[in-house]
């Protein structure tokens, strides 16, 4: 059989897409919900951490959804540039931590989001 049977690359960004966006609501929608709480425990503000989690969460429907993906995307690659920054800087954290989360998770969404940015995220999409 021929191997190429199987490429398909629109398929692949939007499965790659659809896991990105079941992340993001995933660890967005607690942030709306429990915004003191989690700002307490992020050493963050209430508003901060509601508005990561609005970001989160809206950019997580759009690429679920496939709207305004590149957008989504770019948003989220921000937000996860700040993350790695926040668990370097602030918390001292290491790529690979044994005792904490270190920022590799973080690292492969930064990519993830990237590679749907400079793809546009394939065309399965509500929105082409």
Same mark, same amino acid.
Do not use: C
């Given at each position: $059989?021929?191997?190429?049977?199987?490429?398909?690359?629109? =398929?692949?960004?939007?499965?790659?897409?659809?896991?990105?966006?079941?992340?993001?609501?995933?660890?967005?929608?607690?942030?709306?919900?429990?915004?003191?709480? $989690?700002? !307490? $425990?992020?050493?963050?503000?209430?508003?901060?951490?509601?508005?990561?989690? $609005?970001?989160?969460?809206?950019?997580? &429907?759009?690429?679920? =959804?496939? &709207?305004?993906?590149?957008?989504?995307?770019?948003?989220?690659? &921000?937000?996860?540039?700040?993350?790695?920054?926040f668990k370097m800087t602030k918390w001292k954290t290491r790529f690979s931590a044994m005792d904490k989360t270190g920022w590799e998770f973080d690292f492969i969404l930064l990519a993830s989001n990237l590679a749907i940015f400079f793809t546009?995220?394939?065309?399965?999409?509500?929105? !082409?």
């Amino acid at each position: $059989m021929d191997p190429s049977v199987f490429l398909n690359a629109n =398929l692949g960004l939007l499965i790659l897409r659809l896991a990105v966006a079941i992340i993001f609501l995933y660890h967005g929608l607690p942030k709306l919900m429990k915004a003191g709480m $989690m700002g !307490q $425990m992020m050493g963050m503000s209430g508003g901060e951490v509601f508005m990561l989690g $609005m970001i989160e969460a809206l950019s997580g &429907i759009g690429l679920l =959804l496939g &709207i305004y993906i590149q957008l989504a995307s770019i948003l989220l690659s &921000i937000v996860m540039v700040g993350a790695i920054y926040f668990k370097m800087t602030k918390w001292k954290t290491r790529f690979s931590a044994m005792d904490k989360t270190g920022w590799e998770f973080d690292f492969i969404l930064l990519a993830s989001n990237l590679a749907i940015f400079f793809t546009g995220g394939g065309y399965y999409r509500l929105i !082409q």
